[in-house]
């Protein structure tokens, strides 16, 4: 079986330098990378779902395989109906692994559908959303964490929250 288009899963609330750099190696692997935003829970993040697709499209403008979506519901079945072969996730640590094997293993019972994990940059393996909002809430450096234009939206969200 080849693996032309894949699905890139995630919160993304927001999209960091971590998740951007998986998303680019999968593009270079694969035919079509699909970023897909879980909106299951989104109504407890942050940002909207609506919020997170278009900061995911404007740091991924430059890759023209790539593109964004969300999904509700369970990932096999996002997989199933957009012809999607596998999934991609980043590991970054040990601590990844126990929880994403589980969810890799149960999506291969569910639909046969693979998952395929890329090691994350050393760079960004401390790297995760919780912590960039953090941060920001108290007045810390996020420059080197997230795109530009992600940095912008987070400081207007945090000065005004609920008004963005
Ligand atoms: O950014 P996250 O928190 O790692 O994203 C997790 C996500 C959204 C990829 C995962 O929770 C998911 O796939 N949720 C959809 C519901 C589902 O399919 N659950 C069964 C997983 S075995």
Not at 102 to 118: P, V
């Amino acid at each position: 079986m080849r693996v032309g288009r894949v699905a890139c899963p995630g919160s993304f609330d927001p999209v960091t330098n971590g998740h951007l750099d998986i998303i680019r190696r999968a593009a270079l692997l694969h035919d079509e990378v699909i970023v897909v935003v879980g909106a299951n829970l989104a109504k407890h993040g942050l940002f909207t779902v609506e919020e997170r697709v278009s900061m995911l499209e404007e740091v991924t403008s430059d890759l023209p395989n790539v593109s964004v979506g969300t999904f509700r519901g369970l990932l096999v079945d996002f997989c199933r109906s957009n012809g999607v072969s596998a999934i991609v996730k980043g590991l970054r640590a040990v601590s990844d692994f126990e929880y994403e094997m589980e969810m890799a293993q149960m999506n291969y019972r569910l639909a046969q559908i693979e998952t395929l994990f890329m090691t994350a940059n050393p760079l960004y393996s401390f790297l995760r959303s919780s912590l960039v909002r953090e941060i920001a809430t108290y007045g810390g450096d996020i420059t080197s964490l997230v795109p530009g234009p992600v940095e912008k939206r987070l400081r207007a969200k945090l000065a005004a929250p609920g008004q963005d």
